[in-house]
């Protein structure tokens, strides 16, 4: 059977020597710091929150079309590629790899298939791992893309920012909202629908009452068919374990393999330090 390759950018927060071990490929999107006004090409998570504690603003930027190009050029080489994307809706990354994609394949050879997860985070994690996973039991290339395609439309990514501020000068919620949520200590609650886009899921009032909700929703929603869940931090490790014990308690959850880590610095950037994101498996978004 021919090789198949996955891939898939940093966005989807797995270390990337966790990646390397497994043999998935990997590029990058890059960090910007615009405060300092220079380029950030090697920093710690644990630096990255401090920074935007202290007031620097982060942005990320696109990886463009030639730089997947010539990504792709080196990955068929070794067989067909199927690359698992981050959130087309939110980031110009996607159409920038589908693009190149239909450039190397125009060249005849292997192939390369760009999903657009709609999502990101331990969201993209979840959909790469059970790919994964599904390409050790020897499904051919076409079962990926068809399972990848499908599983999307059932991995949930709910986050509540611990205030809006970042959001807010990042684009994604109105610099009016963020102002009145703060001084209302309003915490919502945002999920990623299914066309990749932030929607306001509820709104609670104080930062407690988000985290016991988050829980809630997991344990309302969970399908349990992917293992996987990820509860990521925005360097709160201490409320990231409060949601996992909450849910925990209850027996049913005994065998799920919680994943406690830090945002990455993709999602990071806009969310903010103390954002608290979970991502799982439902029957939908």
């Not at 380029?39 to 982060?58: E, P, R, T």
């Not at 760009?114 to 791992?129: P, R």
């Amino acid at each position: 059977m021919k090789n198949i390759i996955l891939s898939a950018e940093n966005a989807c927060d797995i270390p990337l020597e966790e990646l390397d071990k497994k043999g998935i490929k990997h590029i990058s999107l890059k960090l910007y710091n615009e405060t300092k006004k220079e380029d950030v090409a090697d920093i710690s998570l644990m630096q990255f929150y401090d920074a935007i504690k202290k007031g620097d603003m982060f942005k990320t930027s696109l990886i463009n079309e030639y730089e997947f190009e010539e990504y792709f050029k080196e990955l068929v080489k070794d067989g067909d590629v199927l690359h698992i994307g981050f959130d087309g809706a939110i980031s110009g990354t996607n159409k920038c790899a589908k693009d190149a994609a239909e450039k190397v394949n125009a060249l005849g050879g292997n192939r390369v298939y760009v999903v657009d997860t709609l999502t990101g985070s331990g969201a993209q994690a979840i959909i790469l791992k059970e790919v994964y996973n599904k390409m050790k039991e020897g499904k051919t290339f076409e079962e990926l893309v068809e399972y990848a395609e499908n599983l999307k439309e059932r991995v949930v990514l709910n986050f509540s920012p611990e205030d809006l501020k970042t959001l807010a000068r990042s684009g994604r919620c109105s610099k009016i909202v963020a102002l009145v949520g703060n001084v209302l200590n309003i915490k919502p609650i945002i999920y990623v629908n299914n066309e990749g886009k932030f929607v306001q899921k509820q709104k609670v009032f104080s930062r407690k009452r988000a985290l016991v909700r988050m829980a809630e929703l997991f344990k309302e929603n969970y399908n349990f068919e992917s293992k996987y869940v990820y509860i990521l931090h925005g360097d709160s490790y201490s409320e990231a374990d409060f949601i996992r014990d909450l849910i925990c308690k209850d027996e049913k959850f005994k065998d799920v393999e919680f994943i406690v880590d830090y945002l990455g610095v993709i999602v990071g950037a806009h969310g903010g330090a103390g954002n608290m994101c979970m991502c799982y498996t439902a029957d939908k978004r």
